[in-house]
């Protein structure tokens, strides 16, 4: 057997995670970066926003069109996908995933499958990412675009939602996880 057959990133031991500090400094350069190149915060949720404006447009053209959110986005037959907020959700999901790979933390895995079951899991799992995906849509923003790009600026819209962000996931794991 040669170096390679034996260095399967899957058995080898995983790096540690970064500090938090250091997390959040790298965190806070990519955001200011991101202000200065694009002229935009860090978001995720527009992306899925244009996935769905797109398929409207070929599924149902004339029903995309007329309706007043997605409508704009397809204005002139144009193609809403190739925006900045969709080339940053793929990047985001190709630089996770290649840095799970080198830090030797790349697992397919399904957490809470054994207390809870990997159906009643996997139900909760989508469930919950469309609640929060609706969530983000009303508030015109995710944790990201709202809570991020909006404390950076300042605005106070942002930080009333972050507060409450944290207050109700501390009660949530209580809940759930028990005292």
């Given at each position: 057997m040669n170096d390679i057959e034996t260095s399967d990133f899957c058995t080898r031991p995983p790096r540690p995670f970064w500090p938090a500090w250091l997390a959040g400094l790298a965190l806070g350069a990519v955001l200011l970066l991101t202000f200065v190149w694009t002229g935009h915060g860090l978001g995720?949720?527009?992306?899925?926003t244009r996935l769905t404006a797109a398929i409207g447009q070929t599924v149902a053209?004339?029903?995309t069109q007329a309706n007043g959110y997605l409508g704009p986005m397809v204005e002139g037959?144009?193609?809403p996908l190739p925006g900045w907020i969709s080339w940053q959700v793929l990047g985001v999901a190709l630089g996770a995933l290649a840095s799970a790979w080198q830090a030797g933390r790349l697992r397919v895995q399904l957490d809470g499958q054994r207390s809870v079951g990997s159906g009643r899991r996997l139900a909760a799992a989508f469930g919950g990412g469309l609640m929060a995906g609706f969530g983000a849509r009303v508030a015109a923003g995710c944790t990201s675009g709202l809570g991020l790009s909006g404390a950076a600026t300042l605005g106070l819209s942002a930080f009333v939602f972050l507060g409450v962000f944290f207050a109700v996931g501390i009660l949530a794991s209580r809940l759930v996880k028990g005292i």
């Open positions: 995720a949720t527009g992306a899925t053209p004339v029903a037959g144009v193609n």
